[in-house]
T-cell receptor, first 113, second 110 residues
């Protein structure tokens, strides 16, 4: 099946700094990618839909100025958490669609101190 | 987007067959039923997808009745490594967003 990678797999940062997470489709092109956030013992929550060459579509309650999404190519989408705070600590997961299936990345664990 | 309802948790023993049922009363004509498995600190992994009747692959079977308002994921002879969260999703293919429900936490005991 198609492979989606994320980098880094985990990151620790200080409060107030910005962190960029990359999501790549390794063996297929994806015009649409999705970003999710998952807190411990909870389900995945869709944050935004990333569209190649256009602005991302954010779900209600997700601050677009805080979670910057860039989808500059058909194989790469990035999520930047700006001015991170401890409450942004979470597991961030991206996905990309290939055919009728949606493939998920391995996730990125963000810890903000 | 159709909402799904699953049991919050299930317990089983090694070697047993496990059936997890999901309700999706508002499923639309173009919707497919997809199941994912997620281990802690990993992204979800595709298990199986179906539209109607029965689908079987090397890891599971999916049973969908004629009205498609529910579906049952069947895991034959589970092992300890099948302990995970299982999500039932109703999706439309073609770049449409996927909304996850609460999922079912399956705990397999020795």
């Amino acid at each position: 099946g198609a492979v989606v990678s994320q980098h880094p797999s985990w990151v620790i940062c200080k409060s107030g700094t910005s962190v960029k997470i990359e999501c790549r489709s390794l063996d297929f092109q994806a015009t649409t990618m999705f970003w999710y956030r998952q807190f411990p013992k909870q389900s995945l929550m869709l944050m935004a839909t990333s569209n190649e060459g256009s602005k991302a579509t954010y779900e209600q309650g997700v601050e677009k100025d805080k979670f910057l999404i860039n989808h500059a190519s058909l194989t790469l989408s990035t999520l930047t958490v700006t001015s991170a705070h401890p409450e942004d600590s979470s597991f961030y997961i991206c996905s990309a669609e290939s055919g009728d299936e949606q493939f998920f990345g391995p996730g990125t664990r963000l810890t903000v101190l | 987007l159709a909402k799904t309802t699953q049991p919050i948790s299930m317990d089983s023993y090694e070697g047993q067959e496990v059936n997890i049922t999901c309700s999706h009363n508002n499923i639309a004509t173009n919707d497919y039923i997809t199941w994912y498995q997620q281990f802690p600190s990993q992204g979800p992994r595709f298990i199986i997808q179906g539209y109607k009747t029965k689908v079987t692959n090397e890891v599971a079977s999916l049973f969908i009745p004629a009205d498609r308002k529910s579906s049952t994921l069947s895991l034959p002879r589970v092992s300890l490594s099948d302990t995970a969260v299982y999500y039932c999703l109703v999706v439309v293919s073609g770049g449409f967003k996927t909304i996850f429900g609460a999922g079912t936490r399956l705990f397999v005991k020795a």
